[in-house]
């Protein structure tokens, strides 16, 4: 199985800041690689899909990145609405893997 | 507007069953495959299982391999997870998610919590 390693798994940062988080593959997997944001009690919500293309109505300050085994999420100036849990996903081959997700407060 | 519905989560006894409903509406849900991912209490997302639009490819996880059966019927609209031989680690929410071609899970369901206690 895919091994998907997401750093850091929490991070505080204000409202304005750019924030990044990354993911790493066990092995290459192109750039079949989703982001998701979860809020507490909610369902998770596709970001980015194929690394680093825009879900149809999220919002252009989300951004991804990379290739391979290394991917980033970027979120340019974050907002009161951003603070939740972000997991990433690669969909090359199964079992699917999840990354075991960071969390973004509010500093 | 597309939706995901789950239903048939609840308390159950370990060794028992429980049968998950997914009601899919706002698409045309015999094109898509669609996967099971659930979340313990406090913890992250693990996917469960995957079927093909036409349930020709089905997938498991290791960790249910044998007990659980995904299934579909395209008539009604709806996706199926019966989970035997239940277990305590099997307590989490359960999602329903569709997946669009080369993007990956795209739409989720709201999840419905099984929860395996005596």
């Known amino acids: 199985d895919i091994q998907m390693t997401q750093s850091p798994s929490s991070l505080s940062a204000s409202v304005g800041d750019r924030v990044t988080i990354t993911c790493r593959a066990s092995q290459g997997i192109s750039n079949y690689l989703a982001w998701f944001q979860q809020k507490p009690g909610k369902a998770p919500k596709s970001l980015i899909y194929a690394a680093s293309s825009l879900q149809s109505g999220v919002p252009s300050k989300f951004s991804g990145s990379g290739s391979g085994t290394d991917f980033t999420l970027t979120i340019s100036s974050l907002q009161p609405e951003d603070f939740a849990t972000y997991y990433c996903q690669q969909y090359n081959s199964y079992p699917p893997t999840f990354g075991g997700g960071t969390k973004v407060e509010i500093k | 507007e597309v939706q995901l519905v789950e239903s048939g989560g609840g308390l159950v006894k370990p060794g028992g069953s429980l049968r998950l409903s997914c009601a899919a509406s706002g698409f045309t849900f015999s094109s898509y495959s669609m996967n099971w991912v659930r979340q313990a209490p406090g913890k992250g997302l693990e996917w469960v299982s995957s079927i093909s639009s036409s349930s020709s490819y089905i997938y498991y996880a290791d960790s249910v391999k044998g007990r659980f059966t995904i299934s579909r019927d395209n008539a009604k609209n709806s996706l199926y997870l019966q989970m035997n031989s239940l277990r305590a680690e099997d307590t989490a929410v359960y999602y329903c998610?569709?997946?669009?071609?080369?993007?990956?899970?795209?739409?989720w369901g709201q999840g419905t919590l099984v929860t395996v206690s005596s």
């Open positions: 998610a569709r997946v669009d071609p080369y993007k990956g899970p795209s739409f």
